[in-house]
């Protein structure tokens, strides 16, 4: 039976796909995904943009997509804007996944969990996360399209990726396969 998981899990791979599902990390009753950004080339190519309500007129709770440990993260920026180098105001968190050292995930464009009463709960390395506990707010930081009106495209960036290598410095994305 393990051999048989391992060969699917491997299969899987193959053909550009998470092993694990990941739960969608925003409740929003339509998802609405952006999938032109200029952003997702390369490695990033499967990437997905979750669009969001603008963080200035409406919070997001930002879920964690699956159980794992907080191994990076950027929070406290809030410079933004529509072109490539304003992506070093970037806030993200980087969870690594419980028992696996190739596939982790990424969530980029958030910031510290805000509470309904004001409450911030700020994330710190090493902490450990559930699947559906939420670990953030969506913010405006990095690199953020706008329309003509200056209006941002406020989305959550969400990354699936496989390290390529033992140093953890190359990496592809993958395919999310969700819950
Ligand atoms: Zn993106």
Known sequence: MKEIIKQIEMRLSFFGYSKYKYLLPVVIVHPQFYF????????????VDIAVPDPKEKR?????????????LVMGNTKWGSTSEF??????????????????VELVHIDTYVDERGVKHPLRIGDKVK??????????????????????????????GEWLN?????????????R
């Open 60 to 72: 997001t709770v930002i879920l964690s997509p699956i159980d794992g440990t907080i191994e990076a």
């Open 131 to 160: 699947m559906g506990q939420p670990i953030a707010i969506a913010a405006l930081n990095g690199w953020i399209t706008a329309d003509e009106n200056k209006k941002p495209d406020s989305h959550v960036h969400m990354l699936v």
């Open 87 to 104: 992506r070093k105001y970037m806030n993200y968190v980087h969870i690594r996944i419980d028992n696996e050292s190739h596939e982790f």
């Open 36 to 47: 032109s950004s200029p952003a997702h080339k390369g490695r990033f190519k499967h990437a």
């Open 166 to 178: 033992q140093e953890h410095t190359d990496f592809r994305s993958l395919k999310i396969r969700w």
